[in-house]
């Protein structure tokens, strides 16, 4: 079953965090995408930019409208997600609690749903 571990962190935390640190986590991350690609559990994982180049669309009575981010004033913002392919609902949260940014933000980790096809 496929799951989806969102990664929120304070960006600016990351920007203060001095470089030999960052470049840890960095190469820590990397591995670990690497190590979830080897026992064949990663689909897909990326980084995303920063909220600052975020745009919220929303389309009301027909009408569309787009707003510039960041939305949310929190300090954590959602920043990568990895997509992964495991067993069950536990496995998928012993994914996510080895993920480096873990131990700066926090992961979410949600299930993919399935959408049936209805039939014309």
């Known amino acids: 079953m496929k799951y989806l571990c969102l990664v929120y962190f304070d960006h600016h935390l990351l920007q203060t965090m001095p470089k030999d ?6 190469a820590d991350s990397m591995a ?13 994982a990326e980084a995303l930019q920063s909220v600052k180049t975020a745009k919220l669309v929303q389309v009301r009575q027909g009408r569309m409208s787009q707003t510039d981010g960041p939305f949310i004033e929190t300090k954590e913002q959602l920043g990568g997600f990895i997509l992964v392919d495991v067993q069950d609902l536990n496995a ?10 873990a131990k700066y933000g926090s992961i979410e980790v949600r299930p993919i749903a399935k959408v049936e096809r209805i039939a014309s």
């Open 92 to 101: 998928a949260i012993q994914v996510a609690a080895r993920i480096p940014l």
């Open 21 to 26: 640190e960052r470049a840890k986590l960095d």
């Open 32 to 44: 670990y995408d690497e190590e979830l690609a080897a026992r064949g559990q990663l689909v897909v």
